[in-house]
């Protein structure tokens, strides 16, 4: 928990320091939020600034996501999105190839990829939040129902391929390979964008030493082809 916690705090105060706008206000310690310079031991609990949630209306088998073309600040963006630096074994992307709701052409591949494949520029991929199950969705569906702008959505995609690059760069100083990650924003009450939940981790990304997993992919390793994960499926 320290660890993850620590590895958060580091980025968001990064990324800060390049101007990007956080949620993040410091690791408690002696019930005060401080900086990760200030802390005299790693902690396990980061203070930050709260936004709303507002649900989708849910109708029938279909959300309504009108409430958020009135809504101008302070809630999630009701997104999440999610960079890729290659194809590992057990990415969704082969999942949704295999079903045709992507075509290699849609990722920048003139055929289908093999697992492992490393991209050429990283692939950005977005999908609900606040549904029942997240769902897959273009960028003009989400820049519709999050009832963001062309200029909104082209930002939040530069800030997504800027921490991409800062977290590929701390992990491979470890020897680590980033190969996936997701970040998840909200709209401050200036409607601003602010990095929400948390960033850099081993729960946020997919890291790998040398080919071998080191984040959760580990776990859905060892389930997966179960009668358990038949099942969840």
Known sequence: GKAICMASAFFFEGLEEKGIKTHYAGIVEDGIAKK?????????????????????????????????????GNFLIPLEVMYRNSLPAGSSVFKRLEDGSLKPADIGLDGMPEPGQLLERPMLDVSTKLESSDRYIDWEEARRISGMDKGEIEEMQRIVLLIDDMISGEAGRLGLSNEDGKVEFGFDGGRDLVLVDALGTLDECRFSYRGLPVSKEIARIHYRGTDWHRDTE
């Not at 802390?39 to 996501?65: H, N, S």
Request: glycine letters at 8%; a negative charge.
């Open 36 to 72: 990760t310079s200030e802390l005299r031991e790693p902690g396990d609990t980061m203070e930050v600034g709260l936004v709303r949630v507002i649900e989708p209306a849910v109708q029938g088998d279909d959300y309504d996501y009108s409430v958020f073309t009135a809504e101008r």
